[in-house]
């Protein structure tokens, strides 16, 4: 996996940029904390330092000079590393006692270098927190090394660097991984999607049932793929039977006008030979009408249609037609319609009557003699149903999907006279109409049942 | 009669130029849909035959261009676009008839005399006669050496079509357009079924045969020859 990609992965740019915005509040606030420290703890040891002068400065008054000069020795030398500084300075700034070499000038809290006896360890120049100010003549010095601020400064900025390191570093890790899981799996939709257009379609994104954007999508993907492939599958199966029921005819025709050639070269009539080679170039003619026409419907979208048809009086016309070739063929044909109901649609007449025509020659096609063939139109609210039912072979339950195929045939050695686009017109024009088509099992036989849509009124 | 085809298909511009002149007609060959329209504005003809896609200008826009210039001369469309809309389409435009390729030479001829014929024969008739057989338009009977022949109504379609163009071809296709109004390919025994019945009840009772099979093609009706 290409860590770029990785790296410019939405998951990683917005935990990146988190980060960003973390780190600016982290040193603001940061900064703020530690000035807040700062003066906190100064005006504690500053409280501190004025006690401790307070302290010294009682001493003289109430023991005198000598004990004044013992308490500052013992605070100069309490301690460590000249942490406390303690002094006494006489006339002309002269040092009486103390660790503090030289007066610091002003009087007051101040907070500044001293000029230390004890360097500090470091050698750095040590800020003190110190007061100054007149015991009758003299002049009293008490300071406090700020070290404690120094550290505790350093503390708090080291722990807030680490933490914001850490934090970061974290951050940035689980955008890196969730950057890279989403990666994989634009992968693997990427991967699909390219195979398909390859011609691959089996495949599938694996779905990891989770509720993010991407599994959301990836299941769309997957029923989006799952109706391409039948797409595919249908279109693939209706170009080979297409060229399969394409090449019969002409297979044959070739076949009887090479013999009409040989009659001719022999002297004898080609008569027959000759009718042959039309039939078959007139079936080849009837499946290429149906195959466009077909398309035409079903490319056709869903237009309003402005003419109202009567579907009653277009099947009554059918029925009358259909019921004599019925008859023919030893079979008979009923029709029941449902009085005082209104069957006008909106539609075209010539591809509703094409509907029923392939409904009725279907029916009396499939069934052997004795077949009853019966056409009832009822209409219930605003839907009007055309039922054709028959009582011969039917089509079994697994098989009533794929007729509607174009060109699927239940019979695969296509004995039955038929281009195997029937159904499908019946079907492209009932989608036309907004309506549906269902087939149903008459035990024994077929029940075609067409809904469409009436007029209101 | 004096006949323009406008065909850019030479191979089928042939045969139908070779198969009309047999026919006695003149035919005057155009390739080009421009070439056609001027032809028909300055030339005197009985009837075009236009190709729908035309190189130049399509069929349909060189008969609405004729229509619009007021002339109102007989067109047959030809075309291998078979769908009903543009049947219906190319009739709006003016145009007389139209037929669907590939197409039987005779449905060809029959689709042309009956253009002519309802340009000419303006007069109405109220009876039909054809040898012994009598149809009655008014009263829609048939009688045949004196005897009612009962017929449905499509049977009865069918007779009058065929009587009216006695003599002459009446293709499959033309009965059901006109009798059934299907304009599609129907697949199915329609005609076949209907013509049996008709036989059975015109020709079979009597000696003489009136109806004929032309194989492949349809059907024609005359007496004895």
Redesign the interface.
Known sequence: MDRGDILSGAAFSAVFRSALAFIVMLVLFGWVALNYIERSLITELGDDVQQRWNIIAAEHAGEGEDHMVQAISDLAQGGTGGHHAAALFGEADALVAGNIRTRPKGLGLQVGPLDHAAASPDDVTVDYIHFTGPVDDRTLVVGLRLDLLYRTKVLVFRALTLSGFLVVVTMLAVGYYLSRQSLRRLQDIETALSKTSEGDTAIRIAEKGGRTQIDRIARQMNLHLDRLSRMIETTRNTAAAAAHDLKSPLGRAYLSLGKAIEQVDRGEDPDAAL?DT??E??KM??IF??Y??LS?IEAAGRAQFSARVDLRDLTTDLV???A??AD?AGQSLSFDVQRDQDYGISG?G??L??MV?NLL?NAVTHGAEGNRISVRLDRSQAEIRLAVTDTGPGIPADARQRVFEPFYRLDPSRSK???GL?LALVQAIAERHRGRVALGDNEPGLIVEVVLPGIAG | MKILLAEDDTKVADYIVAGLSEQGHSVDHLADGRDAFSYCLYNDCDLAILDRMLPGMDGLSVVKALRASGNSLPVLFLTAL????DRVEGLAAGGDDYL?K?FHFSELVARIDAIVRRKTDTKTVSTLNVHDLTLDLLARTATRQGSVIDL???EFSILEILMRNAGRVVTRTLLLERV???????????VE??M??LRGKVDKPFDTPLIHTI??TGYSMHGPR
């Open positions: 009718t039309q039939d170039l007139e003619r009837v009408d149906s466009l026409q035409r009358e037609t259909f004599m070739i023919d075209d010539q591809m009557q094409q025509v020659q006279p038929g281009s029937g | 078979g769908q009903v809309d669907t590939p449905h109504n499509k059934w109004n299907f304009n599609f390919e129907p697949n199915t025994t329609v079924t209907h049996s019945r194989r492949n």
